[in-house]
């Protein structure tokens, strides 16, 4: 059970470049979560998916699109890097999303983005 | 609009004395709490969560952080540290309708004098 998985864990684009970050769980949560993390900024919630087939935008979803790709997996696509969106990155997952509750929120541990 | 503050930005204390980590919140009901921990180079880790009754609420690792509604804080605590617990510690708080809606803090980086 290896949790919420990231790949890559390390990546250095130039502005204009575009790449995907990739997201998978094994837990059968139904929910997924994208967040950057920027120093002294906690963590901001970009894209999220309630459930397969679903996604919706959070905080900060400007230069981003998502794909939840099946149940397990959901990944972040960056069209067109700019330094603006150096960051790391964070996915997570949660058991369930429904209005009117909250559930625990599981981490992956993270893609280290800089853009050049 | 909800927000999370973490008055501290960067706390040292030595090996064995005891810790508080302050978390403060603005939100006109009674929100969802949680305290993650992130060690270098690492995903976050949930410590504990407050959803209702009991307002001191125990997680893992020796934390406990108790929710006082007065003074809208959910100040995390411990009362020995270990040199293991060096890493930054966010506090997060949720509203009752959203899970999407979870704010983090700008955390509170945590280093251990041995």
Sequence with gaps: NAGVTQTPKFQVLKTGQSMTL???????????YWYRQDPGMGLRLIYY???????????????????????????????????????????????????????????????????? | AQSVTQPDIHITVSEGASLELRC??????????????QSPGQGLQLLLKYFSG??????IKGFEAEFKRSQSSFNLRKPSVHWSDAAEYFCAVAPYSSASKII???????????
């Design chain 2, 54 to 59: 009991d307002t001191l609420v125990q997680g």
């Design chain 1, 22 to 32: 990739q997201c998978a769980q094994d837990m059968n949560h139904n929910s997924m």
């Design chain 2, 104 to 114: 983090f803090g700008s955390g509170t980086r945590l280093s251990i004098r041995p």
């Design chain 1, 49 to 116: 998916s309630a459930s397969e087939g679903t996604t919706d935008k959070g905080e900060v979803p400007n230069g981003y699109n998502v794909s939840r790709l099946n149940k397990r997996e959901f990944s972040l696509r960056l069209e067109s890097a700019a330094p603006s969106q150096t960051s790391v990155y964070f996915c997570a997952s949660s058991e369930f999303f429904e209005e009117g509750a909250t559930d625990t929120q599981y981490f992956g541990p993270g893609t280290r983005l800089t853009v050049l």
């Design chain 2, 24 to 37: 403060n919140y603005s939100y006109g009901a009674t929100p969802y709490l949680f305290w993650y921990v």
